[in-house]
């Protein structure tokens, strides 16, 4: 829940505050490299953001100051390892002033979930704090800020469709028809991105792995709208390591099958399943059945593509 907002109390200059809204994400290819010797891992990674959104909003302030509100505001750091937090500070570093914003985040992307919620609150406060400051950074400059705050972050700016290379953060925006249709089922509790990696690397131990690259069906799947032949390619790399982890999450992937879903599959690195199905009707019935099978804490519904960070 969190704090409503500062707004009055700290608002020195009376001046409105300013709103972006930022899509999740689901990776409809997540094909992992073997570990570099920067301990990242070279992917080829296609995300797909969907229409399931957290809202940043940055009020001047006179400090750096964080706050949040929705189901899960209790989870979210609020100090300056917050993604929010250290975007605006890397920002106005750049530009040589100081970070003083109140950043409210209104959540709805699950925390810890694999679906680039952190991710998507720095590129809000990013393009939140540039509008509030009057900064005009070039995208460019925007986007290798983003990256430098975490792999996933760029994505979270461009939305729609893009494949990621390198760490990820190197992007290709994709052409992308639609709408595709999905149901997400949250877990109780987050995984660590790390620690699911480093699940990969000791499953992978030993092993040859392949240089990831994305599918062609894949790409055209996105490109035509075409539902069918995009369930018949989804496929996350992660995927095995977080079920490793999280043995429960089969349960889940196998009860969504059963109720109808297209295809199932770990959204990024988990926990937070993806289910995708033929049309809303589909997924109402389908996330009705995940919440009764009671191998999940909730359900979202969400279509694909959905637009990056947008000023509100
Ligand atoms: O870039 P980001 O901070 O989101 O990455 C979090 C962690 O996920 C990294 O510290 C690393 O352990 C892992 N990771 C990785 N390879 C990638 C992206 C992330 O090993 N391409």
């Not at 109390?9 to 709103?19: H, K, L, M, Q």
């Not at 570099?36 to 001047?60: C, I, K, M």
């Not at 770990?266 to 995708?276: H, K």
Request: charged share 15%; with cysteine.
């Amino acid at each position: 829940t969190g704090e409503a907002g500062v707004t009055g109390e700290v608002n020195v200059t009376g001046a409105a505050g300013v709103t972006v809204r930022v899509p999740a994400k689901v990776n409809v290819q997540l094909a992992v490299g073997a570990a570099r010797p920067d301990g990242f891992h070279d992917l080829a990674n296609v995300f797909l953001a969907v229409s399931l959104y957290d809202e940043v909003t940055a009020t001047p302030a006179d400090r750096l100051t964080v706050t949040c509100e929705g189901p899960d505001a209790d989870k979210v750091p609020l100090d300056a390892t917050n993604l929010a937090a250290r975007a605006a500070a890397l920002l106005a570093a750049r530009h040589g002033i100081a970070p003083d914003v109140h950043l409210h985040i209104a959540k709805a992307i699950p925390v810890a979930g694999g679906m680039a919620g952190g991710s998507a609150d720095g590129a809000g406060a990013l393009l939140a704090c540039d509008a509030l400051w009057g900064l005009g950074t070039p995208r460019e400059d925007l986007l290798a800020i983003c990256a430098e705050l975490g792999s996933d972050v760029p994505f979270s700016l461009v939305g729609g469709a893009a494949l990621g290379v390198g760490r990820g953060e190197r992007l290709t925006e994709l052409p992308v028809a639609g709408p595709f249709h999905w149901v997400f089922a949250v877990a109780d509790g987050g995984l660590s991105t790390p620690a699911v990696y480093a699940e990969f690397d000791r499953l992978a131990e030993g092993t040859d792995v392949s240089e990831p690259a994305a599918s062609p069906a894949l790409l055209d799947a996105l490109a035509t709208g075409d539902t069918a032949a995009l369930a018949a390619a989804l496929s996350n790399g992660l995927q095995p390591a977080a079920l490793s982890l999280r043995p429960s999450l089969a349960a889940t992937l196998a009860a969504g099958t059963e109720a109808g879903a297209l295809a199932a599959l770990v959204s990024g690195s988990g926990p937070t399943t993806a289910f995708l199905v033929k049309d809303a009707e589909s997924a109402d019935a389908v996330a009705a059945a995940l919440r009764a099978s009671g191998t999940c804490r909730t359900t979202r519904t969400a279509t694909s593509p959905a637009p990056g960070a947008t000023l509100l």
